[in-house]
T-cell receptor
């Protein structure tokens, strides 16, 4: 079956540091890949997505590239801010997004001023 | 535009009691999902509706869980009887399309505590 593995948290960084959160997946076929974010006290929000190999999703300074050869979709940001503190979930969908999502366990990111 | 609405936001019940959760999706969204999120885990899909039809309920524990989406709009998820292990956050999401490239919009969730 489909599965997503992402790095354990919490991840604690200082403001303006470089961020990488690793995500690898197992799936049949060619899934679509997503990063969702959950800010404190709020619901899950789509951060970015990529629907085919070598696509790069980007939003709010975050980027992730769909790497089929390594089955990875690592999340990166060049300079994090305190407001980026949240829980980040990597997810996949076999059918482009309308199908149900398979999520990783989430990574809690803490940015210190 | 209003987002996905869920109620109640919190529910505390004793084991063996029934409980129901309600979801109102974004207007015009044809696809509706129920997920369960255990503490420290990612959400897991329970059931997916396309309009009023349940098209994927393979992960729904059918001995105690039931769901309905009458008229293809609002949806209710029920647990009867609840067990201690059902304590979790129940999330509803909706999507404007039934297939292909589409974003899912999540509600705030209902946090269930079973004592």
């Amino acid at each position: 079956g489909n599965s997503v593995t992402q790095m354990e948290g919490p991840v604690t960084l200082s403001e303006e540091a470089f961020l990488t959160i690793n995500c690898t997946y197992t799936a049949t076929g060619y899934p679509s890949l997503f990063w969702y974010v959950q800010y404190p006290g709020e619901g899950l929000q789509l951060l970015l997505k990529a629907t085919k190999a070598d696509d790069k999703g980007s939003n709010k300074g975050f980027e992730a590239t769909y790497r089929k050869e390594t089955t990875s979709f690592h999340l990166e940001k060049g300079s994090v801010q305190v407001s980026d503190s949240a829980v980040y979930f990597c997810a996949l969908s076999a059918g482009g997004g309308a199908d149900g999502l398979t999520f990783g366990k989430g990574t809690h990111l803490i940015i210190q001023p | 535009e209003a987002g996905v609405v869920q109620s109640p936001r919190y529910k505390i019940i004793e084991k063996k009691q029934p409980v129901a959760f309600w979801c109102n999706p974004i207007s015009g969204h044809n696809t509706l999902y129920w997920y369960r999120q255990n503490l420290g885990q990612g959400p897991e899909l329970l059931i997916r509706y396309e309009n009023e039809e349940a098209v994927d309920d393979s992960q729904l524990p059918k001995d105690r869980f039931s769901a309905e989406r009458l008229k293809g709009v609002d949806s209710t998820l029920k647990i009867q009887p609840a067990e201690l292990g059902d304590s979790a956050v129940y999330l509803c999401a909706s999507s404007p399309r039934v297939a292909g490239d589409s974003e899912q919009f999540f509600g705030p969730g209902t946090r269930l505590t079973v004592l």
